[in-house]
């Protein structure tokens, strides 16, 4: 052979091998469109035995989330995958959120409605979503070529039919009929009990929002990756993969709720007991859980962790099942998700959720990705905000008029009645009414009488004391009664064992975890409480100068009752007592500082978390 000849037959050789490693790397061509058949220069096979590799959709809210996997657990290099009418095979459709090593072909001008690979790397359950037209209505079919490599591919892959109604989308459990077989199996993945080292702990917000919805506690945890409890979920074909991590607890549970509320919802928990983790089922009756028997195969562990203070566990739940008689369908019926964790357990169930727990705003489908919003309790908002309204505010004011004003403002009266007693019996009727509408608040939205924290209890003894009041008033001896100095005491004491309560109840209500309250609350709450004991200290004070002054005691006691206007025959009994004006100043000083504190705690209350609605506040005049 001689030399020239060599330099060609290597150049001949070079071209065949430039033509193979050209043949996959940018993915499939436009010339593919048509019937999805690789165009490879050189030796390449269609294979005729069934196919290793098949196309799991799973229906969203207008769109189809699309898994391309196999079985066994093999990779593939080239893929090209098209929606077409099963009636017209005409394409439909468009392909969105594609990962990195796919993308679109515009098979149609201006249509993304074919997917290709991006480089001949190994892949593995690649997902991406399709997107039906507006108006479509028709049933379709995921029509696929899969490359295991260069020489070895199969041609129209086929997946279960997809019924579309105007974007309402329905996976058919039986599929087409297609040229080369395939097997049904979800794809492959290889259960595992691990360890987790704290780098991987993190892993779980991995793919929030793009590949898996994703929702924790506290509010907002998710984007700042710092819930204390989270429930991630990721559909894969038509099997669901539950990830649950809590901080500092003894188990973690996801339920599936019909509404933001606790009642009637299927429960899994992962419990810590003895340093296993164990996997179980209940059911939320009302307020009380309940342990269920596990059935066979509808939840199955896949791993699980205990690292630190961090119990951690993944397990599978079938798309359907009946709990308790009802259906749970998670491929077409939308769900609430409600996340709870506790420290303690018992022995048939899980105890009260101590640690965390927060409900979705809304139902959706676990199949369609995107961001979760916490329930905002608008019931708990409003009785919170009545009971701030009530205890700091009216009643603060209602109860110094009472102790202090009654020779104030003497000179004129109010509907035939002395100013401090028509405002005092004003601001204390909103007190009672306000206080009983908040107690009614709560029980409808707890359902129940809740026995687990100690700010219930006050809240309690605060609205059974506060009720009485009126009544008591009502049934008053008169004045010079012998048993008038009972009546006061009585009356006297009752009111303010209720505001104590009331504001002592507060206090408890900013640790709760249904309250969303920061902290820092605590500084508010202490700083009205100083201000508010200063005022009475200074009042008592100016009280006392009063009393020496005039030669008589003046309203430094509340139990003490001022004689009828009728009997008073002094000169001066229609004039306001000493220091009237100072304590004019000082009133209006605390009405306006009382009214603040009130208002801000409203707000707080009103708004939580508000740091969430702070943040949203900023963002928006921003963006403006």
């Not at 894969?236 to 991590?245: A, D, K, N, P, V």
């Not at 562990?301 to 359907?320: G, H, N, P």
């Not at 006392?544 to 008589?552: E, I, M, N, T």
Request: aromatic letters at 10%.
């Amino acid at each position: 052979m001689t030399r020239d000849h060599t330099k060609v037959t290597l150049l001949i050789s070079l071209s065949f091998l430039s033509a193979t490693v050209l043949g996959l790397p940018n993915g499939a061509p436009q010339s593919a469109c048509k019937d999805l058949t690789p165009r490879h220069p050189g030796g390449s096979n269609q294979e005729s035995h069934p196919p290793p590799y098949q196309v799991l959709p799973a229906a969203g809210q207008g769109r189809v989330r699309l898994i391309l996997g196999s079985p066994q657990g093999l990779a593939y290099e080239g893929f090209m995958i098209q929606a077409r009418d099963a009636e017209s095979d005409e394409l439909v459709g468009e392909f969105a959120n594609l990962p990195e090593s796919a993308q679109t072909i515009e098979c149609t001008d201006g249509v993304k409605n074919t997917v290709t690979h991006t480089n001949t790397s190994k892949k593995h359950n690649l997902e991406f979503d399709w997107e039906a037209p507006a108006d479509y209505e028709g049933t379709i079919v995921f029509k696929s070529t899969f490359a295991q490599d260069y020489s070895t591919y199969w041609v129209n892959v086929e997946s279960p039919r997809v019924n579309v109604n105007k974007r309402s989308i329905d996976v058919l459990t039986s599929s087409t009929p297609i040229t080369t077989l395939r097997t049904t199996t979800p794809p492959y993945f290889s259960p595992t009990v691990d360890h987790e080292t704290k780098e991987s702990e993190d892993s779980i917000y991995t793919g929030c929002g793009s590949e898996k919805n994703c929702f924790g506690s506290p509010a907002g945890c998710i984007e700042a990756k710092n819930c204390k409890a989270m429930v991630a979920v990721l559909v894969r074909g038509e099997r669901y993969l539950f990830e649950l991590q809590a901080h500092d607890s003894k188990y973690v549970a996801v339920g599936l709720s019909n509404d933001s509320y606790m009642g009637d919802d299927s429960v899994v928990e992962c419990t810590n007991e003895d340093g296993e983790i164990a996997l179980h089922m209940s059911w939320n009756s009302g307020k009380t859980n309940k342990r269920l028997p596990m059935q066979n195969g509808a939840v199955q562990l896949e791993s699980s962790s205990i690292k630190d203070d961090v119990i951690a566990c993944k397990f599978w739940r079938e798309k359907t099942m009946v709990v308790q008689g009802w259906q749970y369908d998670l491929v077409h019926t939308p769900y609430n998700l409600l996340i709870a964790a506790g420290k303690n357990l018992r022995s048939n169930g899980v105890a009260f959720h101590d640690t965390e727990y927060l409900a979705t705003d809304s139902a959706k489908l676990l199949s369609d990705v995107g961001g979760y919003t916490a329930a905002k309790n608008v019931l708990i908002r409003v009785h919170g905000a009545l009971m701030l309204a009530s205890w700091i505010g009216f009643a603060s004011i209602g109860i110094l008029l009472a102790r202090y004003y009654r020779q104030t403002w003497v000179n004129s009266q109010l509907c035939g009645k002395d100013h401090w007693f028509a405002w005092h019996a004003v601001f204390m009727l909103i007190t009672w009414w306000m206080t009983m509408a908040a107690f009614v608040i709560i029980f409808v939205d707890l359902g129940e009488w809740s026995s687990q924290n100690i700010h219930a209890s006050l809240g309690l003894a605060t609205t059974i004391l506060a009720f009485l009041q009126p009544f008591m008033a009502a049934i008053r001896p008169p004045p010079g009664a012998p048993r008038r100095p009972i009546f006061n005491w009585v009356h006297w004491l009752f009111g303010n064992a209720a505001q104590i309560c009331g504001i002592i109840a507060i206090f408890f209500a900013v640790r709760l975890k249904k309250a969303k309250l920061p902290e820092w609350v605590d500084w508010i709450l202490v700083a009205y409480v100083v201000f508010h004991i200063l005022t009475h200290l200074i009042l008592t004070f100016l009280g006392c100068a009063s009393d020496k002054q005039a030669s008589r005691r003046v309203n430094s006691f509340p139990m003490k009752d001022m004689h009828s206007r009728g009997s008073m025959v002094h000169p001066d009994a229609r004039q306001d007592a000493p220091f009237s004006g100072m304590r004019k100043v000082i009133f209006g000083v605390y009405f306006v500082v009382i009214f603040l504190f009130a208002a801000a705690l409203i707000v707080i209350t009103v708004l939580a978390p508000i740091e969430e609605s702070w943040a949203s506040f900023t963002s928006t005049i921003k963006n403006y």
